[in-house]
């Protein structure tokens, strides 16, 4: 298993490092596009309801349909710091790896690749706001490992932040239905 690790976190190393050099000092096809961008919404449930939600199971019942994580670590699959998936994006397939899963602190973090277009770093921070209510702030790293995908890192960037009201009530109808986490 830990080469399994291994492995990965070289994987995801070579792609970046690739990326930040191509961005920095160009390539056969020009600088590589970067972008950040960032929303918060609220979740109307405290923090211990409202944290499973962001893990790759916990977010099955509330992200719809095109949200299917296929687990390569754990097995079975469990919303763990380390775990290991793919989920498909469009055409392509993507490698996960949720790099920090911290219920006390609020804290998750993932990363993921897809081959030869881009990789995005995604951190998530919930913070209670009463005893009721959590504060969720998402961020976004993107980075193109393809100046074809230079567009699309741009697009990404503007898009990102409409989706915290889509989020906010996707969670908001989950947790109304019966059987739901906390209900």
């Given amino acids: 298993m830990r080469r399994l690790w291994f492995v990965l976190a070289f994987v995801v190393a070579l792609a970046i490092i690739g990326a930040v050099l191509h961005r920095r000092f160009g390539g056969p096809q020009g600088p590589l596009a970067r972008a950040k961008s960032e929303f918060t919404f609220t979740v109307h449930a405290p923090l211990a309801v409202a944290f499973p939600l962001f893990g790759p199971?916990?977010?099955r019942p509330w992200a719809g349909p095109?949200?299917?994580?296929?687990?390569?670590y754990p097995m079975p699959a469990k919303d763990v710091e380390g775990a290991v998936f793919r989920v498909h994006h469009g055409h392509h397939s993507a490698t996960w790896v949720n790099t920090a899963f911290d219920p006390q602190a609020g804290h998750?973090?993932?990363v993921y690749v897809i081959d030869?277009?881009?990789t995005t770093r995604i951190d998530v921070q919930l913070t209670p706001v009463d005893a009721a209510t959590t504060s969720v702030r998402v961020r976004y790293e993107r980075t193109a490992l393809s100046a074809s995908v230079n567009p699309d890192i741009a697009e990404m960037a503007?898009?990102?932040?409409k989706?915290?009201?889509e989020w906010e009530q996707a969670i908001a109808k989950y947790l109304k239905t019966p059987g739901a986490v906390g209900h």
Avoid: R
């Fill in 66 to 72: 095109h949200w299917n994580p296929q687990f390569i």
């Fill in 158 to 161: 503007l898009t990102d932040p």
């Fill in 108 to 110: 998750a973090a993932y």
């Fill in 116 to 118: 030869s277009k881009l």
């Fill in 57 to 59: 199971e916990g977010e």
């Fill in 163 to 165: 989706m915290g009201p």
